[in-house]
């Protein structure tokens, strides 16, 4: 049985206490713990709103506050006491206050519920974490940037199924990756307007019989907007789904990146190298040199996929409006924050101290018939439906495939005979360097574009090409 000298807020309901058992399977404390500064905040504004509005005198509020900022200092210094019997970081707070000031202190949860303290606490909280994260992933661009500023220029293989396709700028491919993670840091700004939502007021499903004002609260917590309906207020998790959808598509565009580099650190690549404070080594093989970072990165992004999904199927058969179910948001959510953040912050150091081997890029350009389309194309400016070119380039590459020729290496005469319309100057088009220098669409790999697109980047990301 629970410890007799511990009162829940509903003691007065039960006739028996709460079987320790309970206590330990409904406690949130050990992990909702993190919340403590938020809690403490929005029970600051909510003392100030009930001090407006004249439902507490003004020295109540006062005393509750100043006290309230005692606690935070003794939780911030390791001097709080945590007990598991208070069940969760609400009831923790408000034990304590009332500790410090009696009755003064139980007057604080007036006009208001766990449900809709709750709900707030963990919008302030995911709030916080967003700005971190888009700062973090500013950084993972700026890393990204810089590595494309000091390759500018050097050409690799760009692949379709993982099969040399076309020659493209290493810059570009690099480029490519600060697409995706400008996606992301849209997703999450246009999140914000999901998450600052003020739910307090909504108290436990129905609203409140005290004259609150929420816009009040809500300007206190720079919330801009206050909920409209308040069974919506308690049992909205939305924002926390929707953070974790766009998390795992941080994750997906880090894993993608990652293999990438894993592959192009092995030996049969060897394109790139990871640097040793990135890596892992063997402990029966000293040889080895493993990329533990961008591997765990990879691994975790189905841990990170899972918690969305486990929040979907919590949420999916509730009924209106709050339940216990909902405790199981928070779990998922601070793992994903703290695995995210690690994740984009530990990437951006990998590029920031990634060596490229440009000899290895090189020796991968030869081969594979990368100017292939190129010759399709400068057939079909002699005139040549591209169909027909294109069919015309497979019977050529066949026929040097045959030979053990790249296409350059093939005489006019050879060429000829699968496309008659070539003339010398094909060869001016076969070269990877011409290749990249033609393809000047927008957004295309051509030199002028992809200095153009990272002098774009470099500007929103604020640096200075020069660093």
Same mark, same amino acid.
């Given at each position: 049985?629970?410890?007799?000298?511990?009162?829940?807020?509903?003691?007065?309901?039960?006739?028996?206490?709460?079987?320790?058992?309970?206590?330990?399977?409904?406690?949130?404390?050990?992990?909702?713990?993190?919340?403590?500064?938020?809690?403490?905040?929005?029970?600051?504004?909510?003392? %100030?709103?009930?001090?407006?509005?004249?439902?507490?005198?003004?020295?109540?509020?006062?005393? &509750?506050?100043?006290?309230?900022?005692?606690?935070?200092?003794?939780?911030?210094?390791?001097?709080?006491?945590?007990?598991?019997?208070?069940?969760?970081?609400?009831?923790?707070?408000?034990?304590?206050?009332?500790?410090?000031?009696?009755?003064?202190?139980?007057?604080?949860?007036?006009?208001? +519920?766990?449900?809709?303290?709750?709900?707030?606490?963990?919008?302030?909280?995911?709030?916080?974490?967003?700005?971190?994260?888009?700062?973090?992933?500013?950084?993972?661009?700026?890393?990204?940037?810089?590595?494309?500023?000091?390759?500018?220029?050097? &050409?690799? @293989?760009?692949?379709?199924?993982?099969?040399?396709?076309?020659?493209?700028?290493?810059?570009?491919?690099?480029?490519?990756?600060?697409?995706?993670? %400008?996606?992301?840091?849209?997703?999450?700004?246009?999140?914000?307007?999901?998450?600052?939502?003020?739910?307090?007021?909504?108290?436990?499903?129905?609203?409140?019989?005290f004259p609150i004002d929420p816009a009040y609260t809500a300007e206190l917590l720079d919330f801009p907007a206050v909920t409209r309906n308040s069974l919506d207020a308690v049992s909205d998790r939305d924002f926390v789904v929707e953070f974790l959808a766009s998390a795992a598509l941080i994750m997906v565009h880090l894993s993608r990146l990652a293999e990438e580099l894993i592959l192009w650190s092995s030996a049969e690549f060897a394109f790139i190298d990871i640097a040793d404070a990135y890596c892992t080594g063997s +402990?029966?093989?000293?040889?080895?040199?493993?990329?533990?970072?961008?591997?765990?990165?990879? =691994?975790?992004?189905?841990?990170?996929?899972?918690?969305?999904?486990?929040?979907?199927?919590?949420?999916? =058969?509730?009924?209106?409006?709050?339940?216990?179910?909902?405790?199981?948001?928070?779990?998922?959510?601070?793992?994903?924050?703290?695995?995210?953040?690690?994740?984009?912050?530990?990437?951006? =150091?990998?590029?920031?101290?990634?060596?490229?081997?440009?000899? %290895?890029?090189?020796?991968?350009?030869?081969?594979?018939?990368?100017?292939?389309?190129?010759?399709?194309?400068?057939?079909?400016?002699?005139?040549?439906?591209?169909?027909?070119?294109?069919?015309?380039?497979?019977?050529?590459?066949?026929?040097?495939?045959?030979?053990?020729?790249?296409?350059?290496?093939?005489?006019?005469?050879? &060429?000829?005979?699968?496309?008659?319309?070539?003339?010398?100057?094909?060869?001016?088009?076969?070269?990877?360097?011409?290749?990249?220098?033609?393809?000047?669409?927008?957004?295309?790999?051509? @030199?002028?574009?992809?200095?153009?697109?990272?002098?774009?980047?470099?500007?929103?990301?604020?640096?200075?090409?020069?660093?």
């Open positions: 049985m629970s410890d007799q000298g511990t009162q829940k807020p509903w003691q007065g309901r039960f006739a028996a206490p709460t079987d320790t058992r309970v206590e330990e399977f409904t406690s949130s404390l050990h992990f909702d713990r993190r919340l403590y500064r938020y809690d403490i905040i929005g029970s600051m504004a909510h003392a %100030r709103m009930l001090a407006r509005q004249g439902i507490l005198a003004a020295e109540e509020a006062e005393t &509750i506050i100043r006290s309230l900022k005692a606690i935070e200092q003794e939780i911030d210094t390791g001097g709080f006491v945590f007990d598991p019997a208070a069940e969760d970081i609400h009831m923790a707070i408000e034990q304590r206050l009332i500790a410090l000031v009696g009755e003064v202190g139980r007057k604080l949860h007036t006009a208001r +519920s766990r449900n809709d303290q709750v709900a707030l606490d963990v919008r302030l909280y995911l709030r916080d974490q967003v700005q971190e994260l888009n700062s973090a992933l500013t950084e993972l661009r700026r890393s990204g940037a810089r590595l494309a500023r000091r390759h500018l220029g050097l &050409i690799m @293989p760009g692949y379709t199924h993982l099969q040399r396709a076309q020659p493209i700028l290493f810059s570009h491919h690099l480029l490519a990756y600060d697409e995706m993670f %400008r996606r992301d840091q849209a997703r999450l700004e246009d999140a914000l307007a999901r998450i600052n939502v003020l739910p307090l007021g909504a108290a436990a499903l129905a609203g409140t019989t +402990s029966i093989m000293p040889q080895k040199k493993n990329p533990d970072v961008p591997e765990l990165i990879r =691994g975790k992004s189905g841990r990170v996929f899972g918690h969305l999904m486990g929040l979907l199927t919590t949420l999916k =058969g509730l009924p209106l409006a709050y339940n216990r179910d909902l405790q199981e948001d928070k779990e998922p959510l601070f793992d994903t924050v703290d695995t995210v953040q690690a994740s984009v912050r530990l990437m951006a =150091g990998v590029l920031a101290h990634l060596s490229v081997c440009p000899e %290895r890029l090189a020796a991968a350009l030869t081969g594979g018939f990368l100017t292939a389309t190129d010759m399709a194309d400068y057939l079909v400016t002699r005139g040549v439906p591209f169909r027909t070119a294109h069919a015309q380039v497979g019977q050529t590459v066949r026929f040097a495939e045959s030979q053990g020729k790249d296409l350059a290496d093939l005489t006019l005469a050879e &060429i000829k005979q699968f496309a008659p319309q070539a003339e010398a100057d094909l060869f001016e088009w076969l070269t990877v360097e011409q290749a990249v220098a033609r393809r000047r669409s927008p957004g295309g790999t051509a @030199p002028e574009r992809v200095s153009e697109m990272l002098a774009k980047v470099e500007q929103e990301l604020g640096l200075d090409p020069a660093d």
